[in-house]
């Protein structure tokens, strides 16, 4: 084993952060970008740590790594994190925050090194085809791919684990044991230590012909992504939403297809066949007065006017009720909805509220309202409709109330009982950091 797949993969000037744990398999990728870096001074190294906090010797593998990358001269910063699986499992949670960490240490330029393994590929694969998965998921972990910004490499993946004994063999590499590599309650490590055994024992090349398996479905996943690029972009609107009406003709094999991937461009995990067979059923194939609405984890999918988005789940604030008892200063509003903001009028705008009217902020309205500028009544729910505001959005529109009486949303109407005329008044401004000034 030589450096050789290092040299065809990094620019002589790369700046280069490897995610070390300071186990086998990157305690080999770091002294091996150290041997590769003293042939291009140009390139720049340093490591993360993420202190995941799950093990009693999470700390001593923290003091580990520090004094490795202080014997070989590599800056190394730790990262704390906390993990919450959230009913999913311990190590898909762990994955996910070790990953964010890495990502915000991440500086413009930096290109992340990773160190899994051939192996590891194999292990990848067999737990995909455990979950039913398809050619996305059957294509396992890239050699390459984008992290937010900043590229994700992992030059290893080539590689045996036996390989990687023999190089820390060779250069007498001290590196840290995780005990939980040992718990075959772990999925992967059950095949790790039961069923990779068996399966190499018998077919020695197996991880090599899986991995060679694997990359096929990503060919496979890159050429359907590649002939469904301009179709996909015809259907996504400028604001992030999925046409929906073209889908209902199609075949099934190529609206999911163009499912997942408006999904993956969103940020979302892969959905499975069963998430995607509900949405066809659920919601596309729904009334559209029935608010259809699928959730997958903290987002979900929902339709209005023949238009699927993506959105994040928020806790309600039907009940809330927030005081504005000074006009004078801004009022602050909850999951980060911005500020309202009073300007004084010398006529016109809101009327002053009256000595025994108290000024809330709430964000649900029921009932019939005239507004100003109108003639006639409204019931909430057509008016909202006029105005073309998704139900999602409804809930989340302060509205300025005195007492118990509906007076403004800012921005949007103002009603009889809040107008003042020609006497002297006031105007709400909602500033919100995602939509600007409302």
Known sequence: ????????????????????????????LLH???????????????????????????EGWAAHCLAVCKQWQIRCDIL??????????????????????????????????????????????????KRGSGPAGLAAMPQQLMLGENPLLRPLLNCTR???????????????????????RYDRNFLRQQVLPLLLARWPHFAAAVARSAALCGEQEQLLDELLAEQLALLIKPDGSLLMTPLLTMSEARRNALVRRWIAGQGGAMPSREMLTRLWQEVMLSREDAGPRLRLGPHEIRRYRQQLYWLPVWPSLRDSVIPWQDLARPLTLPQNLGVLLA?????????????????????QAQGHFHLVGRAGGREMKKLWQEKGVPPWQRERIPLIYYNQTLISAPGLFVTREGDAG??????????NDKSGEQ
């Open 32 to 58: 091996q970008l150290v041997c590769w870096q003293q042939r291009h001074p140009a390139a720049t190294l340093r490591a993360l740590h993420v202190h995941h906090g799950l093990s009693p010797h999470a």
């Open 162 to 184: 036996q390989q990687l004994e023999a190089w820390a063999a060779e250069y007498q590499l001290q590196w840290i044991e995780d005990e939980s590599n040992l718990d075959t």
């Open 343 to 363: 300007e004084r009028q010398t006529t016109g705008g809101l009327r002053l509220p009256l000595p025994d009217e108290q000024v809330s902020v709430r964000f």
């Open 80 to 129: 704390r994190v906390q993990v919450d699986s959230h009913g999913q499992g311990i190590e898909a949670a762990a994955r996910q925050v070790r990953y964010q960490a890495l990502r915000h240490h991440l500086r413009p330029g930096d290109m992340l090194l990773t160190a899994q393994h051939l192996d590891d590929q194999c292990e990848t694969l067999l737990l995909a085809l």
């Open 422 to 431: 020609e006497a002297p008044g006031w105007q709400a401004h909602w500033h």
């Open 1 to 28: 084993m030589s450096l050789s797949h290092l040299e065809s993969l990094l620019a002589p000037d790369a700046s280069l952060v490897i995610a070390f744990s300071g186990g086998l398999d990157s305690t080999v």
